[in-house]
């Protein structure tokens, strides 16, 4: 049974930061690439981060690049993002999935986590 956890999330000011961990199960996670996804309040799921399998290559949304910053555990079965430099915009629920393909958004299992939420506020 595919599962994903995350944590990590919470309320800070601007400019602050955070790091999200997502620890899977029920799947190879060596197998496919890695994902986070965004979602903010009223919007649809964005992909806001991507990393390949081997940990080699990593693609980025265009309104996080330079700031957050994917990382993959194949041993631990772990994904995190380090976000740096947060925006009130950068504010939503933050879930992982796997992935087929480095480029593109498609998650690889219908099941998702609880996700873990992120406010930024002054």
């Known amino acids: 049974q595919v599962q994903f956890a995350e944590s990590g999330g919470g309320s800070v000011q601007p400019g602050g930061s955070l790091r999200l961990t997502c620890i899977c199960t029920g799947f190879t996670f060596s197998g496919y690439s890695m994902k986070w996804y965004r979602q903010a309040p009223g919007k649809e799921r964005e992909m806001v981060a991507s990393i390949a399998v081997a940990g080699g290559e990593t693609k980025y949304a265009d309104s996080v690049a330079g700031r957050f910053t994917i990382s993959r555990d194949n041993a631990n079965y772990a994904v995190t993002l380090q976000m740096n430099q947060l925006k009130p915009e950068d504010t939503g629920v933050y879930f992982c999935?796997?992935?087929?393909?480095?480029?593109?958004?498609?998650?690889?299992?219908?099941?998702w986590g609880q996700g873990t939420q992120v406010t930024v506020s002054a």
């Open positions: 999935n796997a992935g087929y393909w480095l480029e593109t958004p498609v998650a690889a299992f219908a099941s």
